[in-house]
């Protein structure tokens, strides 16, 4: 009786350590992305982090995180972007969401008193977040370290499309 425990005990770690073994990570999208089809208007690089925010780059332009991004002269914005993956879905989905979380003013903003500065950081805000931009996306991964994406502001795509401005192949950097 006590033979037939163990061996069933000793099946059941096997097994598990086998199913850990097979099972593959669970946020491979982690990581920094470099785009490699980047359209004139779309980002250069992409910070997918553990906890769900995300840091875009477009040149020498950094948005999310603590990055502020030019507004307009002298203003600058700080934007909040975050994302969630559907790992259920076929293709996987993903839905990035970004909204103003600070502006910052410097020199070129001198034409606003402190007032309307106040009250514009906080319309901007209060703005955004109401009305957050909001891009549905579709990823699939070619390999550990090649993903596409294909996103819209309209409506999630059904299919990639390398000819698209929303498409974008992306190679992990980091």
Same mark, same amino acid.
């Given at each position: ?54 840091? %875009? &780059?477009? @040149? ?11 507004? #307009? *002269? ?30 910052? %003013? &410097?020199? @070129? ?11 514009? #950081? *906080? ?31 309209? &409506? ?19």
């Amino acid at each position: 009786m006590k033979k037939h425990r163990l061996l069933n005990l000793m099946a059941a770690q096997l097994l598990a350590l086998i199913m850990a073994g097979c099972s593959g990570p669970t946020d491979p999208h982690i990581g920094e992305w470099t785009n490699t089809h980047p359209s004139p208007e779309s980002f250069h690089s992409i910070v997918f982090n553990k906890d769900n925010s995300a840091i %875009f &780059s477009m @040149g020498d332009m950094k948005m999310g995180g603590n990055n502020f991004a030019f507004m #307009e *002269e002298g203003i600058e914005m700080r934007m909040q972007i975050t994302y969630e993956v559907d790992y259920e879905k076929d293709p996987v989905w993903i839905d990035i969401t970004m909204f103003p979380v600070e502006l910052k %003013f &410097s020199e @070129g903003s001198e034409e606003y008193s402190p007032e309307q500065k106040q009250m514009l #950081e *906080e319309m901007v805000i209060a703005q955004g977040k109401q009305n957050p931009s909001l891009s549905k996306g579709i990823i699939r991964f070619l390999s550990d370290n090649q993903m596409e994406l294909q996103a819209s502001e309209t &409506s999630r795509p059904k299919a990639f499309d390398p000819e698209s401005d929303d498409y974008s192949l992306l190679n992990r950097t980091k």
